[in-house]
């Protein structure tokens, strides 16, 4: 059984998807982090970054491993099933630069563009017009790449299933795909498969209906760095 922490969001979509995708057994477990759920000592134990995607794999040779960053889940579960992730040569080295490349370049920009399309107070047309800049850019490279290709890499794998959560949204962040046909078509046949569909469906029933309350606005949009725990700090608490 994988325990697997998780709301929804497009870094949540990724994992959902792919537990879909290869069937094995999982149990939800929401982390609200619009409440703080992603502070409390059981989810950093798992996720030091206090971020979700996370899970804890309870059947591995060295007994439960808990593996957070949507990346290294991706890979740890292509492993666990054999699915969506060649085992070697060109095309396995194809699937990770294109799943660094998303985690590393479509995500970080385009959750900030979300930041500013979505939740930022005031005009910040700087910082706004940057991200939609670098957005819209990894767009091109992700068309560019398709041309072509039905999928990433050959075969539908977790290169596909990373990037796809960061374009499904585009719409909705001012960039409707007009200008990147090979996206577009690869949008629509992702969007066709009803495993990728239940992913996106998981746990829609949490997803917010309203804007951020203040309070949810400084538990996601205050942080700086925690103050050292009495364990770090080389304190034993007494
Ligand atoms: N690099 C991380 C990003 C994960 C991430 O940004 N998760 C967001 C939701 S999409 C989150 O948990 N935010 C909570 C917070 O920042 O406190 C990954 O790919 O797993």
Excluded at 7 to 23: D, F, R, S, V
Excluded at 25 to 40: A, C, E, L, S, T
Excluded at 104 to 128: C, D, I, K, T, W
Aim: hydrophobic share 35%.
């Amino acid at each position: 059984m994988i325990d697997f922490y998780y709301w929804p969001t497009p870094n949540g979509w990724k994992i959902a998807i792919m537990l879909e995708e290869c069937g094995l057994p999982y149990r939800m477990i929401p982390v609200d982090i619009g409440k703080g759920d992603q502070f409390k000592p059981e989810f950093l134990a798992v996720s030091p970054n206090n971020k979700i995607p996370a899970i804890v794999d309870h059947d591995t040779p060295e007994g439960s491993l808990p593996v957070f960053e949507s990346g290294a889940i991706l890979i740890h579960l292509a492993a666990r099933s054999g699915r969506f992730l060649p085992k070697k040569g060109r095309a396995k080295k194809e699937v990770l630069e294109w799943l660094f490349w998303q985690v590393g370049n479509l995500g970080p920009m385009a959750g900030q563009l979300s930041h500013f399309v979505n939740y930022a107070e005031g005009e910040h047309p700087y910082s706004r017009k940057r991200y939609a800049d670098e957005y819209h850019r990894c767009l091109g490279v992700l068309d560019r790449r398709l041309e072509g290709r039905a999928f990433l890499v050959d075969r539908y794998s977790i290169a596909d299933i990373a990037s796809f959560p960061w374009v499904l949204i585009a719409p909705y962040m001012g960039q409707p795909l007009d200008e990147f046909p090979n996206i577009a078509r690869w949008r629509d046949a992702m969007k066709a498969r009803p495993k990728v569909r239940a992913g996106i469906d998981l746990g829609k029933e949490l997803r917010r209906a309203r804007p951020y309350t203040e309070e949810e606005r400084r538990v996601l949009f205050g942080q700086r760095a925690r103050p050292p725990s009495p364990r770090e700090n080389g304190d034993d608490g007494r």
